[in-house]
């Protein structure tokens, strides 16, 4: 998708660069509405949808990045979770109130939501009860920058979803301003080729394929 909108913007641009550059297409195509200043608006919709496709390449750089940096800390909070809650499932006897609160049982959720509830609800109720865990060497001070850093994860989780949001709402524009160019650009070599029937230069000059 890509590389084909990149192809029809520069094709585009050499019909449109063609017909403002020849005073002969003007005068000709003229007649049939298409005068400098309408070439010169087929122009500047040719200018939004480039525009319009640079701020998608953007918002969908600035989405990678967020999706990066949120597997990062993830990743990190992870790992530190994951060593806690082995501690933690043998300080605490299965079904206690402190097992139940801290959802020390069953299998971790795959999915970023779920597991943000189940490690949230750890250390709410882990923090209180520093003094147990540090029976097994894990300090308050560790727990509060686990406790930290999963926060940092709820945070980039939102940048996330706000970026993709971004990056929907630059896709959904550009491909607006994608379809008004189609409209204009098909009406304009549609007049071109009537235009210059007998003269394919004319058509060639603005890149228009003439068939052999």
Sequence with gaps: MRKSIYKELESN???????????????VMSPLGYDRKEINFGNNLLAKMASQQDEREHEENLQKMSTQKLRGAYKEANSLYMNHLKFARLLFAPQ???????KLGGKRS???????????AFYKYAIPLADTFAQRGITAE???????MIEAVGDARIQQNQSKSRK?????????ERKE???WMSKFIKAARY??????QQLEALGIVVPS
Excluded: C, H, T
């Design 142 to 148: 560790e727990l509060g920058q686990a406790e930290a």
């Design 168 to 176: 929907q709402v630059a896709k959904e524009r550009r491909d607006q």
């Design 195 to 200: 235009a210059f029937d007998e003269d394919k």
């Design 181 to 183: 160019m189609q409209r």
């Design 13 to 27: 641009r050499q019909v449109v660069a063609g017909a403002l550059a020849s005073p002969e297409i003007i005068r």
């Design 110 to 120: 795959q999915n970023m939501a779920g597991w943000l509830m189940q490690v949230k």
């Design 96 to 102: 206690s109130q402190s097992w139940n609160d801290m």
